[in-house]
């Protein structure tokens, strides 16, 4: 239910091979004189002002399951 990109929170996944992909699009853009564009996102504190009931009926919705949610 977890999509790749979430590499770490996949079993087994880190942090490490995100940052690598990332590293290695700006080196190619360098090669290939291309364009390269990323988008970060900072979340810390962004679950601090939110119910955490809306938080398990969104992954109810999506079918998560509840050993994940526990």
Same mark, same amino acid.
Request: glycine share 6%.
């Given at each position: 239910m977890i999509d790749r990109a979430q590499a770490a929170f #996949?079993? @087994? @996944?880190?942090i490490h091979e995100p940052i690598s992909a990332a590293t290695a699009c700006y080196r190619d853009r360098i090669s290939q004189k291309k364009g390269c564009y990323a988008v970060y996102y900072d979340i810390s504190k962004a679950y601090d002002t939110i119910r955490w009931e809306? #938080?398990? $009926? =969104?992954? &109810? =919705? #999506? @079918? !998560? $399951? &509840? =050993?994940? !949610?526990?």
């Amino acid at each position: 239910m977890i999509d790749r990109a979430q590499a770490a929170f #996949i079993p @087994g @996944g880190d942090i490490h091979e995100p940052i690598s992909a990332a590293t290695a699009c700006y080196r190619d853009r360098i090669s290939q004189k291309k364009g390269c564009y990323a988008v970060y996102y900072d979340i810390s504190k962004a679950y601090d002002t939110i119910r955490w009931e809306s #938080i398990r $009926e =969104a992954l &109810q =919705a #999506i @079918g !998560m $399951e &509840q =050993a994940f !949610m526990t």
